[in-house]
């Protein structure tokens, strides 16, 4: 028996090559009444293939999380947190998508198996956890000190042999309190977070899509590096 095809069920197949162009005007006039005239224009030519990319992914990632589940990928907010901004811009100029381990949160505290930032700013893919709330900045230290800490030093350098950027995305400017400042792991204890950058993604490859397959061979890549997160910081 057949059955009705779903959104979630579309295969990616590329964003439109004047997608782009959404950012510009948005960020020409930044206006939610321009925004809310081009809603839908911004959920066709972003939203909707980013999740259907994401999905693609997932789906091929299962096995290899397994027997860690993942949870349904998601797009973050467009709109920007004006609380404490002097910039009062209220939209960002770039979708971002995740896919995360199930049960951890969406926040930048969360640990990522995929996060994938695109728009005028930058290009961003890679995986791990941004920055560690109080509860992992504890878990993360008393484990970098530990034989877990060695594991972490092989899975970081084979994935800087192979041009993975992993580190911290920020760091302290020194080794935290109650290690030596010459602690063999000093690198690690200064990390806010830690995250693993994918290379380049290729000219045009947004356009296609290969993109899946080429993200989705670099998750895999970076598997290992997102399962020691879970498996020690929790």
């Given at each position: 028996?057949?059955?009705?095809?779903?959104?979630?069920?579309?295969a990616f197949r590329g964003?439109?090559?004047?997608?782009?162009?959404?950012?510009?005007?948005?960020?020409?006039?930044?206006?939610?009444?321009?925004?809310?005239?081009?809603?839908r224009r911004y959920q066709?030519?972003?939203?909707?293939?980013?999740?259907?990319?994401?999905?693609?992914?997932?789906?091929?990632?299962?096995?290899?999380?397994?027997?860690?589940?993942?949870?349904?990928?998601?797009?973050?907010?467009?709109?920007?947190?004006?609380?404490?901004?002097?910039?009062?811009?209220?939209?960002?100029?770039?979708?971002?998508?995740?896919?995360?381990?199930?049960?951890?949160?969406?926040?930048?505290?969360?640990?990522?198996?995929?996060?994938?930032?695109?728009?005028?700013?930058?290009?961003?893919?890679?995986?791990?956890?941004?920055?560690?709330?109080?509860?992992?900045?504890?878990?993360?230290?008393?484990?970098?000190?530990?034989?877990?800490?060695?594991?972490?030093?092989?899975?970081?350098?084979?994935?800087?042999?192979?041009?993975?950027?992993?580190?911290?995305?920020?760091?302290?400017?020194?080794?935290?309190?109650?290690?030596?400042?010459?602690?063999?792991?000093?690198?690690?204890?200064?990390?806010?977070?830690?995250?693993?950058?994918?290379?380049?993604?290729?000219?045009?490859?947004?356009?296609?899509?290969?993109?899946?397959?080429?993200?989705?061979?670099?998750?895999?890549?970076?598997?290992?590096?997102?399962?020691?997160?879970?498996?020690?910081?929790?």
């Open positions: 028996m057949s059955r009705h095809r779903t959104t979630d069920d579309v964003f439109d090559r004047d997608a782009m162009q959404f950012w510009h005007e948005l960020a020409s006039e930044m206006s939610r009444e321009w925004f809310a005239a081009n809603k066709s030519v972003w939203v909707e293939p980013m999740l259907a990319l994401l999905r693609d992914i997932a789906r091929g990632l299962s096995a290899t999380y397994r027997p860690l589940a993942l949870a349904e990928p998601g797009v973050l907010r467009i709109h920007r947190d004006l609380r404490f901004a002097r910039d009062k811009a209220p939209y960002k100029t770039h979708i971002a998508g995740l896919i995360r381990l199930a049960g951890d949160a969406i926040a930048e505290a969360g640990i990522a198996v995929l996060y994938l930032h695109l728009g005028l700013d930058e290009e961003y893919a890679g995986g791990g956890c941004y920055r560690f709330d109080e509860r992992r900045v504890a878990r993360w230290r008393r484990a970098v000190v530990g034989p877990p800490g060695r594991a972490l030093l092989r899975i970081i350098a084979s994935l800087r042999r192979r041009g993975y950027v992993a580190g911290g995305y920020e760091n302290y400017a020194r080794v935290p309190k109650g290690f030596a400042p010459d602690h063999p792991r000093a690198e690690l204890l200064k990390y806010k977070g830690l995250v693993c950058r994918f290379p380049t993604i290729p000219a045009g490859l947004l356009h296609q899509p290969q993109l899946a397959r080429w993200l989705l061979d670099h998750a895999r890549a970076t598997a290992p590096l997102v399962i020691w997160l879970r498996r020690h910081l929790g």
